[in-house]
């Protein structure tokens, strides 16, 4: 005996993320610990952002949920898995940042409190723009027609203003409690040279682009180009059935009724009409797709009639089936609702279409207007914000093979590309902004070239670290036995690496150094 239907599957994704907050929550800060751990080679310092981010962590899911209740936006359970994930991404993004310059400046300045107050003055521009940029850019989900995505959203944006405001305040007075010994074994001392001054790894790999930055931005594109080729293959929807990386007992049940009855059996149609029952039974009985149609209560001036299908669930015929039902009874009342799970799916996919066509465009002309603000410059943001979309054409394309070919998955979730596009654009903008400040501030003493290469040099590494921590987070998603999750996390993973490995510490500072003094036209930075 087993028990099906909508209900069942919606009892078993609900008992999906029963403890699954705890589990993403201790897999997640494994993950940043073990990470800050690889990065500082301290037994000390990794715990001082640890900590910071995750009471930042526990605060943001707390004010989120408060605003979401207040508001009255709804929001689903996988809203706080992914708003915990991104705090801690992006608020130890931030802390990488701080952290980096920190320990340069206590190389020029003997005393930690000043040396802490010139870190802050030069990284607070970048994250107080960087946190903008992204609120901006998550807040647009509030013109999703999905109640679950603009829930989202707004947790978010919430998280991400808590991330921030740990990392401009609450890091910076614990970091100067304790002294400089809070670094070893690898303690900066007042004379070493800053790491913009050494020939640090990226700064080496600078020296080789500049060699033949022509021939790195070409091999580049081409091979994002070829990432990006399967995005002509891409098949967007998932069934019921395929919404779970292990069937649950709705599904296993649901499968063995499709082998003796009607696929859609367990699932039928629901059609309200203020009309004839009758008129709708006949009207869609003459449809091949409708294996049958009965006559259920009447309540008042509603009645309604089931309609079982003969497509498997989730199937492009079973989307074809409701949009032929729907066409059938639309002529037998002036009032004809069409309901039911395959309803609701072709409604939620034409949603997320609609969505993708407002939102993604508009989260780019955001980011655009955000690095034209900072930069006063008309150039450098076009080139930042095509890389940054480049990016995520080639993490899509690529991650669809990966879905298709190792995870067997028959499609893709209708929000995971609306989902992946933002937190990549909006999150990848973080990457721009540490290498473009960095350049621009260089520069004013070294020149556009000399400037760049310096920056890259300096912010390499942190970009690198902050990249590959980021991805690792956005990985953790794959904990919870849900594909769309799976899938929100393999794109944003497989983007972030290529942002940070390629695109940022490779292709940016190419097209910079070809470019020159145009890169940042109108605006001069050079000496």
């Given at each position: 005996m087993q028990v099906t239907g909508p209900a069942a599957i919606q009892a078993d994704l609900g008992a999906v993320f029963e403890g699954a907050n705890t589990r993403l929550l201790l897999a997640t800060a494994g993950v940043v610990a073990f990470l800050l751990l690889v990065t500082y080679r301290s037994p000390f310092l990794w715990l001082i952002p640890l900590t910071v981010v995750g009471i930042a962590d526990q605060l943001a899911g707390v004010l989120a949920t408060r605003v979401l209740q207040a508001t009255g936006v709804a929001w689903d359970e996988s809203t706080v898995g992914i708003l915990s994930v991104l705090v801690f991404g992006a608020g130890t993004d931030y802390a990488l940042l701080l952290i980096s310059r920190y320990r340069d400046e206590l190389r020029r300045e003997e005393d930690r409190y000043a040396a802490m107050r010139t870190a802050l003055r030069h990284t607070?521009?970048?994250?107080?723009?960087?946190?903008?940029?992204?609120?901006?850019?998550?807040?647009?989900?509030l013109l999703s027609m999905l109640p679950g995505t603009r829930g989202l959203g707004l947790a978010s944006a919430v998280g991400i203003v808590v991330a921030a405001g740990y990392a401009l305040f609450v890091l910076p007075a614990v970091l100067v409690l304790f002294g400089r010994w809070v670094f070893w074994p690898v303690v900066?001392?007042?004379?070493?040279?800053?790491?913009?001054?050494?020939?640090?790894?990226?700064?080496?790999?600078?020296?080789?682009?500049?060699?033949?930055?022509?021939?790195?931005?070409?091999?580049?594109?081409v091979m994002l180009a070829l990432m990006a080729a399967g995005l002509g293959q891409?098949?967007?929807?998932?069934?019921?059935?395929?919404?779970?990386?292990?069937?649950?007992?709705?599904?296993?049940?649901?499968?063995?009724?499709?082998?003796?009855?009607?696929?859609?059996?367990?699932?039928?149609?629901?059609v309200i009409t203020a009309g004839d029952q009758n008129a709708v039974v006949t009207a869609v009985k003459t449809l091949p797709s409708v294996a049958n149609a009965t006559v259920g209560e009447r309540a008042g001036e509603y009645g309604k009639v089931a309609v079982i299908l003969k497509p498997t669930p989730g199937s492009d015929e079973a989307k074809q089936a409701v949009r032929d039902v729907r066409a059938a009874v639309s002529g037998t009342s002036s009032v004809a609702y069409v309901g039911g799970s395959e309803a609701r799916a072709l409604d939620i996919a034409d949603a997320s279409a609609r969505d993708r066509a407002i939102i993604m465009p508009l989260i780019a002309l955001l980011v655009l207007a955000a690095l034209a603000l900072l930069l006063r410059s008309v150039v450098a943001p076009i080139?930042?914000?095509?890389?940054?979309?480049?990016?995520?054409?080639?993490?899509?394309?690529?991650?669809?093979?990966?879905?298709?070919?190792?995870?067997?998955?028959?499609?893709?979730?209708?929000?995971?590309?609306?989902?992946?596009?933002?937190?990549?654009?909006?999150?990848?903008?973080?990457?721009?902004?540490?290498?473009?400040?960095?350049?621009?501030?260089?520069?004013?003493?070294?020149?556009?070239?000399?400037?760049?290469?310096?920056?890259l040099g300096a912010t390499g590494g942190v970009i690198t670290s902050a990249g590959i921590l980021l991805a690792a987070v956005f990985a953790v998603l794959g904990v919870l036995p849900l594909v769309v999750l799976a899938q929100i996390g393999v794109i944003i993973c497989l983007g972030v690496l290529l942002d940070t490995l390629v695109v940022r510490t490779v292709l940016v500072p190419a097209i910079a150094l070809i470019l020159g003094d145009r890169f940042w036209w109108p605006r001069k930075v050079g000496p």
């Open positions: 607070a521009e970048a994250v107080l723009l960087s946190a903008t940029t992204v609120v901006l850019g998550v807040l647009t989900l900066p001392k007042v004379g070493q040279a800053a790491l913009v001054e050494t020939k640090s790894f990226w700064r080496r790999v600078g020296d080789v682009v500049a060699k033949r930055p022509s021939a790195f931005v070409a091999g580049t594109l891409i098949k967007m929807g998932l069934s019921a059935t395929d919404q779970f990386l292990s069937k649950p007992e709705a599904l296993v049940a649901s499968e063995r009724l499709a082998k003796s009855f009607p696929a859609g059996s367990s699932d039928p149609l629901l080139i930042l914000v095509l890389t940054v979309v480049a990016t995520y054409l080639a993490a899509l394309g690529a991650s669809w093979w990966i879905f298709t070919k190792i995870f067997g998955f028959s499609g893709l979730d209708t929000g995971a590309p609306l989902i992946g596009f933002l937190f990549l654009v909006a999150l990848g903008v973080d990457y721009n902004i540490f290498l473009v400040t960095r350049a621009r501030e260089e520069a004013a003493t070294h020149g556009p070239r000399e400037g760049m290469l310096r920056a």
